[in-house]
């Protein structure tokens, strides 16, 4: 990042650097997007491995989530490189993610239990490479501007490649994958290329992004996480983006499903996203407005009601067809496009109002926790809709020995697609309600912390761009990382 004493405007960021952090959703797409859509269904119907015991292991390495993303945010807090704080963990994590990535699809031939402890361990690795990458990544948005409307513009970028990632990881996955062991670790190792180049792409396409935060990280991390905690902006975004994450999870792990045995039309699974993602492409702009006509709360509480009608309407599909469906998605995917930017682009706010309050550079920690919950919410939406799966007597199968499901298997295929994610869904909106981190708030404290770094810099004293960012520092020779403990 560039130092903000050498930036004209540090509220603006260029459309180069806009794109360069932008093109990392492929990461956060594809790794968000192909194990929730497809890891559970490749173990059941492929690996033949039990329903339930699937959700398991797709959810229990999420546990080590809760260590590493928390240690991630916290050394990217107190990095001091001639890269700046956070980028030299991107690279760290492309060095990691992209091969394990492509070992969890690599199925070697086992089946049942032995099978499940393979992806569970490779998914555990993948994890620890998506921490390196992800928790730094996000808290780079606070700290490349101090507008508050800037933060959504600048994120809109991100969210519209989000939308191709999704698209190209519900589209091209599917079809890659097939339904053989050899399709499974074909699209692994594709997908796996993609997120390498995509990682990469950010770490050179973000080297002279502003830097407008704070240059220090003090306290232990005990210390932070406390502070983390006792924030009340935090929890309750923490807590309704959970609800929000948590429904999309179970939606997209019932997909393949609902595809299958709702439409009866297995490759639907890919028009079905062309139908949530269309909306993500052509309806940032209009989130945008509305975020400012209605401040990010309330374009949030609308964007929520909009995934919540629009997974009731689903239920209606056996009667009106699949056409119906697709247009009932296409509502949800207008929903979901909001939700998406939206508590991105209040994260950020959230991060901004934490460093001008306390003066420091912890937004990693905020970074490291969030994305450590929202890992493991997303993962229970897979072992959500598997315990459904479980309770209406899904019974699991191999391509060489499939079977005929049960009437009470049709309706839970149905209710997990459209109620439970609804239902969930809602709860984030009434959460919504609470969160009171408004742009007059934001600007209230910003504008004094601004106010003293303008006095600051009339005495010489520098208050940003202590190392000059993420490309602009003079390190000492030889010197590329260190961690100040």
Not at 140 to 148: I, Q
Not at 436 to 444: G, K, M
Request: aromatic share 10%.
């Amino acid at each position: 990042m560039v130092s903000t004493a050498a930036t004209p405007s540090p509220s603006k960021v260029s459309l180069g650097v806009r794109l360069g952090y932008a093109v990392g959703s492929f990461c956060t797409a594809n790794f968000s997007t192909i194990p929730g859509l497809l890891l559970l269904f490749y173990m059941t119907n492929v690996l033949a491995v039990p329903a339930a015991f699937a959700g398991v292991v797709l959810f229990l390495p999420k546990a080590w989530d809760l260590v590493a993303n928390t240690l991630v945010g916290r050394w990217s807090d107190r990095t001091v490189s001639r890269w700046g704080p956070r980028r030299p963990w991107l690279l760290a994590g492309a060095l990691v993610l992209p091969v394990s990535f492509a070992l969890m699809f690599a199925g070697p031939p086992l089946t049942g239990v032995p099978a499940a402890l393979y992806v569970g361990i490779a998914f555990l690795i993948a994890a620890t490479g998506y921490a390196l990458y992800e928790v730094p990544y996000k808290a780079m948005p606070a700290e490349m501007t101090t507008d508050y409307h800037e933060r959504t513009s600048l994120l809109q970028w991100r969210m519209v490649l989000i939308a191709v990632g999704i698209a190209m990881s519900g589209i091209l996955a599917p079809m890659i994958a097939g339904e053989t062991a050899d399709g499974y670790r074909t699209m692994g190792v594709a997908f796996g290329v993609i997120l390498l180049v995509a990682m990469l792409g950010s770490f050179f396409g973000t080297a002279r992004a502003p830097f407008t935060g704070q240059q220090k990280s003090e306290g232990t991390l005990r210390e932070q996480l406390a502070a983390a905690r006792t924030s009340k902006q935090f929890l309750w975004l923490l807590g309704l983006s959970s609800a929000q994450t948590l429904g999309a999870g179970v939606m997209l792990a019932g997909a393949p499903y609902f595809a299958a045995y709702s439409l009866d039309d297995t490759s639907a699974t890919t028009t079905l996203f062309a139908a949530l993602v269309g909306p993500m492409l052509v309806t940032m702009p209009l989130w945008v407005w509305l975020a400012r006509k209605l401040d990010k709360r309330g374009a949030m509480i609308l964007s929520g009601l909009l995934f919540t009608a629009g997974a009731l309407l689903i239920l209606a599909t056996p009667a009106l067809g699949e056409l119906y469906a697709h247009l009932c998605v296409m509502i949800v995917g207008v929903g979901y496009a909001g939700l998406q930017l939206l508590q991105f682009s209040m994260l950020a706010d959230v991060i901004a109002y934490d460093g001008a309050v306390s003066g420091e550079r912890r937004g990693g920690v905020f970074t490291g926790l969030w994305t450590a919950v929202e890992n493991a919410v997303a993962a229970l939406g897979a072992t959500t809709y598997g315990w459904v799966l479980s309770v209406g007597g899904f019974v699991s199968s191999d391509p060489e020995h499939p079977v005929t499901q049960t009437d009470g298997a049709h309706v839970a295929v149905m209710v997990g697609v459209t109620v439970v994610p609804a239902l969930i869904t809602f709860a984030g909106v009434l959460m919504t309600l609470k969160y009171n981190l408004t742009a007059d708030r934001l600007a209230a404290v910003t504008g004094t912390a601004g106010a003293t770094a303008s006095a600051a810099a009339v005495t010489g004293r520098e208050t940003t761009g202590q190392d000059g960012g993420q490309d602009g520092g003079r390190p000492e020779p030889g010197e590329v990382l260190r961690s100040e403990e």
